[in-house]
């Protein structure tokens, strides 16, 4: 309820303003002045594409679009500690069923719970799957994602002589990561889809500095 409060405060104060940090700037502005070739027709309102201060979804606060509710292919290997096979893994929840209502390219870009479908510019209607940023349903080549990190499996996949892990405490406080508020790994563990200084929405520069925020 405070985070639902937050976002119409924030709504109403940013939807105007802009500078280099804000959504307004990257890739993830679908209205109409948005800087990408991804973009609406006429549209104007930035936040509509995810986010509706009335009717949302309950997925997350004031969210705005479907989910996609598809079967996807999730990573798995013969090290991996989180879950015992392919089958086994937990489907998209949290934040990455979020980003997969666009990235898996099943559901329309424009197709929003409060607004109805806004078309988008070049008879654009899901993302384009030319694109990079086109992922499907088939995950199994990127990194585990909606599995619980716990001391359990990071002593498990220690004791392996597996590449160690740090300890969940470091995890939850570093300052490029973030943990869900159920200590599980999400696409926002590594991206923030409202600020893009570096590309690709991630917090530095370095990918390879993600990872040994986790992997020692
Ligand atoms: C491309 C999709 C997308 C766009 C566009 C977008 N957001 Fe978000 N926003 C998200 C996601 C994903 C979350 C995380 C929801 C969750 O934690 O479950 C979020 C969460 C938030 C939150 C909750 C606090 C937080 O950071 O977790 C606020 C506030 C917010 N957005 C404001 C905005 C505003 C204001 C705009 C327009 C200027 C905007 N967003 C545009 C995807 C988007
Ligand atoms: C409303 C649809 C929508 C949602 C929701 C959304 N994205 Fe995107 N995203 C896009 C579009 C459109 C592009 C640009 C594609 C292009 O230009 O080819 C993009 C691009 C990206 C890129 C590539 C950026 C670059 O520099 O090229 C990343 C990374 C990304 N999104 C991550 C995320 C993550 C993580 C989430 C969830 C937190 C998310 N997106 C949610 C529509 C969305
Ligand atoms: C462990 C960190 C991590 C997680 C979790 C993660 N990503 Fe990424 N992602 C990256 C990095 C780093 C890149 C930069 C390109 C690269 O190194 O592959 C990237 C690139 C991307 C791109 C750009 C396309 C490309 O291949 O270059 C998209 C889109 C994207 N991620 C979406 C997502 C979505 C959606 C999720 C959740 C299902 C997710 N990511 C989960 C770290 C992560
Ligand atoms: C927030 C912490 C975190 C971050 C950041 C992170 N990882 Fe992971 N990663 C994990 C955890 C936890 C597992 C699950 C380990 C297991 O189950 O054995 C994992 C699993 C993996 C696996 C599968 C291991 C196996 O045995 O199959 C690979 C590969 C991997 N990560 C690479 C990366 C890379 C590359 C990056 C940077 C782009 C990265 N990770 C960033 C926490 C993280």
Known sequence: MRKALLLVIVLGVTAGG??????RDTVHNLSVSGPGTVRAAAET????FCHTPHTSSFQAPLWNRQDSGGAYQMYWSETLDAYTSQAAAPQPNGS???CLSCHDGTIALGSTIASGDIPMSGGITTLPTASDAYLGQDLSGDHPVSFTVTDHLIATNNAKGDVPLVSLSEMRNHPLVRLDDGDRIQCMTCHDPHHDPFG?????????????????
Not at 18 to 23: A, P
Not at 200 to 216: K, N, R, W
């Open 96 to 98: 990455s069923k979020l």
């Open 200 to 216: 690709d929405f991630l917090l530095t520069s370095e990918p390879g500095e993600l990872c040994v925020a986790c992997h020692s």
């Open 45 to 48: 309102r930035v936040c509509v």
């Open 18 to 23: 802009s500078g280099q940090d804000s959504v």
